[in-house]
């Protein structure tokens, strides 16, 4: 992690206090980007985990409709891709960059990454706390997801 030149984090609470620490451990500041976000579900409200469920793979099944009012997968796509490549035009891809936030949208990000369509097989694994890499210069994925605390780090060829 020593590595790191950047970290940048969606603006929501739980990804703005993974990021923080790690800020602290490498010793860098943390940039908040707005647009980063997960899906917009607050039409629906807190869903209990069995519903939730069932409600993310529709979401990550039929990506162009909305699931009861929630933003639509390719919408969120969309909108994190964006956000990514805006950040990444004004960044040195020799600097390894963090990007911290949540799984929905970054598997949405992935599947995009990978050049493969949205679907739920592509989520992290449950639990969360799971990372994925890709090369900052080719956008290629070079690791698949991975719990925070088995990650090795970077290869020296590996600038993601």
């Known amino acids: 992690m020593g590595g790191l030149k950047r970290i940048v984090s969606s603006d929501e ?27 917009d ?5 807190f869903l209990p985990p069995p519903d939730f469920e069932a409600a993310a793979d529709l979401f990550f099944a039929h990506p162009d409709d909305s699931f009861r009012g929630w ?11 964006a956000a990514i490549e805006t950040i990444l035009r004004q960044h040195d891809p020799a600097g390894p960059i963090a990007f911290i936030g949540h799984g929905g ?9 990978s050049g493969r369509p949205i679907a739920r097989q592509a989520d992290q694994p449950a639990g969360g706390g799971n990372l994925f890499a890709f090369d900052l210069a080719s956008r290629r994925v070079s690791c698949d997801w991975t719990p925070m ?5 970077w290869q020296t060829d590996d600038r993601t």
């Open 13 to 39: 609470t739980k990804a703005i206090e993974t990021a923080g620490i790690l800020a602290v451990s490498v010793g860098i500041a943390v940039d908040v980007v707005a647009g980063m976000h997960e899906n």
């Open 41 to 45: 579900r607050s039409a629906t409200g």
């Open 71 to 81: 933003e639509r997968a390719r919408d969120a796509q969309a909108r994190i891709v």
């Open 105 to 113: 949208v970054g598997t949405l990000l992935k599947c995009h990454l």
């Open 149 to 153: 605390e088995n990650w090795q780090g």
